[in-house]
């Protein structure tokens, strides 16, 4: 004789993923978590562009893109030569933070020390090979000095592996909390 059906047992009672902006599954807290390290990411990744800098005749593209595009956009005021480098900073640290927030929402938790650094040089592809010549804001590749394309590349591994390393930690301190 078969054993009786078990009897089914009640779904238990869970949130659903946006009740709370922190739920790791949660679009809009992956984004959130995202920015956040993107931008803590941008300055390891910033000094080894102004470490790499006496290696090449030019600025740190992120500082000459904010002067060019100041220039170009005429609802942003052209920044001094005294506020360049501040204005350049929270640009770049912005767009770190945008870049880490799309990094956090669309690539899997999986081999993030691999993926992020990628990422990272996918964005500089497209940025300084990409949309910033195409809008003047930055010599092409074959026009620039290949010194800084070279400190660009490896400041954006760092930014990748600093992005990693951010949702690394934060991903143990959600589980281990």
């Given at each position: 004789?078969?054993?009786?059906?078990?009897?089914?047992?009640?779904?238990?009672?869970?949130?659903?993923?946006?009740?709370?902006?922190?739920?790791?599954?949660?679009?809009?807290?992956?984004?959130?978590?995202?920015?956040?390290?993107?931008?803590?990411?941008?300055?390891?990744?910033?000094?080894?562009?102004?470490?790499?800098?006496?290696?090449?005749?030019?600025?740190?593209?992120?500082?000459?893109?904010t002067q060019r595009l100041g220039k170009r956009l005429p609802f942003v005021p052209t920044p001094r030569r005294r506020t360049l480098g501040i204005a350049s900073a929270?640009?770049?640290?912005?767009?770190?933070?945008?870049?880490?927030?799309?990094?956090?929402?669309?690539?899997?938790?999986?081999?993030?020390?691999?993926?992020?650094?990628?990422?990272?040089?996918?964005?500089?592809?497209?940025?300084?090979?990409?949309?910033?010549?195409?809008?003047?804001?930055?010599?092409?590749?074959?026009?620039?000095?290949?010194?800084?394309?070279?400190?660009?590349?490896?400041?954006?591994?760092?930014?990748?592996?600093?992005?990693?390393?951010?949702?690394?930690?934060?991903?143990?301190?959600?589980?281990?909390?």
């Amino acid at each position: 004789m078969p054993p009786p059906p078990a009897e089914p047992r009640a779904a238990e009672p869970s949130a659903p993923p946006s009740a709370s902006p922190w739920h790791p599954r949660s679009i809009v807290a992956r984004a959130m978590r995202g920015a956040a390290v993107g931008a803590i990411a941008t300055v390891p990744m910033t000094a080894v562009q102004m470490i790499g800098r006496p290696m090449h005749r030019r600025r740190p593209p992120f500082e000459e893109v904010t002067q060019r595009l100041g220039k170009r956009l005429p609802f942003v005021p052209t920044p001094r030569r005294r506020t360049l480098g501040i204005a350049s900073a929270v640009a770049h640290v912005g767009f770190g933070a945008g870049a880490g927030a799309v990094y956090a929402v669309l690539a899997p938790a999986r081999l993030r020390f691999v993926s992020a650094p990628a990422y990272a040089l996918a964005v500089d592809a497209a940025s300084y090979g990409g949309w910033a010549p195409r809008l003047r804001l930055m010599p092409s590749p074959s026009r620039d000095e290949t010194s800084r394309q070279v400190v660009t590349a490896v400041a954006h591994v760092v930014y990748g592996a600093g992005l990693a390393a951010g949702l690394e930690a934060l991903d143990r301190r959600g589980r281990a909390g």
